[in-house]
Nanobody, 115 residues
Framework: QVQLVESGGGLVQPGGSLRLSCAGTGIIFSAYTMGWYRQAPGKQREWVASITSGGSTNYTDSVKGRFAISRDTAKRTVYLQMNDLKPDDTAVYYC?????????WGQGTQVTVSS
């Protein structure tokens, strides 16, 4: 049984903040690279951020300086802190766990940025 469960999405005004969480079970959590992806209506799924088992982080250019990914091994959870949110950040955000050929996905959480 592998489960990735996202939470923390919601409706925020432009310039606001949200913190997304993804709890993972059924995998050796500490051994996986964890990532966040998003998909807006009519667009392909887009990689947003990732963090390796060693703690190295990477971000897509559009969120650099605004988003921060982190992980808590004890809680088996990866986070995405999102600051200075823009309407273009509106999307369903998906949690991903990857190790070599193995890929797992959560069901997603909706983030809507609107005034």
């Amino acid at each position: 049984q592998v489960q990735l469960v996202e939470s923390g999405g919601g409706l925020v005004q432009p310039g606001g903040s949200l913190r997304l969480s993804c709890a993972g079970t059924g995998i050796i959590f500490s051994a996986y690279t964890m990532g966040w992806y998003r998909q807006a209506p009519g667009k392909q799924r887009e990689w947003v951020a990732s963090i390796t088992s060693g703690g190295s982080t990477n971000y897509t250019d559009s969120v650099k300086g605004r988003f921060a990914i982190s992980r808590d091994t004890a809680k088996r959870t990866v986070y995405l802190q999102m600051n200075d949110l823009k309407p273009d950040d509106t999307a369903v955000y998906y949690c991903n766990a990857q190790r070599q050929w193995r890929y797992y996905w959560g069901q997603g959480t909706q983030v809507t940025v609107s005034s």
